[in-house]
């Protein structure tokens, strides 16, 4: 079974645009507020001291509009082992109802804090996110 992260994100008038609903650069946020999320509650506290990863790709599918007030459950998970210094990430919301609001696969790839440079990424820091 994949490891899966999971956290709740409420819509709240800042984050509303003119038509109404969480704006698109907002659920960019939250993408990375909740990868980020999981990578501080799963991670060792050495490899966070150690390490930042960054996005180079997002690939992101709006399905549904959010509203003020409304409040989306975020689910999150890394597909395979990664490549090289680059791994892909799964993030999905829904709604109360479980309706699809927003999908997508994120690309991030890690930096070593000391040198500032990309890595390959260490099996020890991959294992806590893969599949058993």
């Known amino acids: 079974m994949k490891p ?6 409420t819509a709240r008038p800042q984050h509303i645009d003119d038509l109404g609903h969480v704006n698109n650069a907002v659920w960019v ?7 980020t999320a999981h ?8 490899h966070i001291d150690a390490y930042v990863w960054v996005v180079v790709r997002h ?3 709006y399905l549904r509009a959010l509203k003020e007030g409304d409040t989306a459950t975020a689910r999150t ?7 090289g210094a680059r791994f892909d990430r ?4 829904v709604d109360g109802n479980g309706k699809m609001l927003v999908k997508a696969r ?7 804090k000391a040198s500032g440079r990309p890595i390959r990424v260490p099996k020890e820091v991959a294992a806590p996110f893969l599949e058993d």
Do not use: C, L, Y
Not at 77 to 83: D, L, S, T, Y
């Open 4 to 9: 899966v992260f999971e956290t709740a994100k």
């Open 29 to 35: 946020q939250w993408i990375q507020d909740v990868a």
């Open 59 to 61: 690939e992101i599918d």
């Open 77 to 83: 998970w890394v597909g395979e082992a990664p490549r």
């Open 39 to 46: 990578w501080n509650s799963a991670a060792d506290p050495a």
């Open 90 to 93: 799964h993030m999905e919301f």
């Open 106 to 112: 994120t690309q991030w790839a890690i930096i070593d």
